[in-house]
């Protein structure tokens, strides 16, 4: 498996961005996809998820309502629409992927990590 995020970028606070997770190396009809961001100085948190199969979503409390997940089956693309941004978003985003069953929230809990690409925010 393996997954590249792209997408990043600067943008000013109130302003969108859409990021981009694709997947290769097998069928992904049965798996979870997370992204997660760090901050400088912050530890990695959790963000937003989906089941692929099924489209589950699930969100951060401080991303609700802003941002969207979806999944492009067709081109193997996890999405992770991104509006109304906050300086606090700054940071380096990461998609992961899970063979578990369920929607995970915790880091350690994802098998294969992509690379980061830095969304920077400002004020």
């Known amino acids: 498996v393996q997954l590249q995020a792209f997408g990043g970028g600067l943008v000013q606070a109130g302003g969108s961005l859409r990021l981009s997770c694709i997947a290769s190396?097998?069928?992904?009809?049965?798996?979870?996809v997370g992204w997660f961001r760090q901050a400088p100085g912050k530890e990695r948190e959790f963000v937003a998820a989906?089941?692929?199969?099924?489209?589950?979503?699930y969100y951060a409390d401080s991303v609700k309502g802003r941002f969207a997940i979806s999944v492009d089956n067709a081109k193997n693309t996890v999405y992770l629409q991104m509006n109304s941004l906050k300086p606090e978003d700054t940071g380096v985003y990461s998609c992961?992927?899970?063979?578990?069953?369920?929607?995970?929230?915790?880091?350690?809990?994802?098998?294969?990590w992509g690379q980061g690409t830095l969304v920077t925010v400002s004020s």
């Open positions: 190396g097998r069928s992904f009809s049965s798996v979870v």
């Open positions: 989906i089941f692929w199969g099924r489209g589950n979503t």
């Open positions: 992961a992927l899970t063979f578990r069953s369920n929607i995970v929230t915790g880091a350690r809990e994802y098998d294969y």
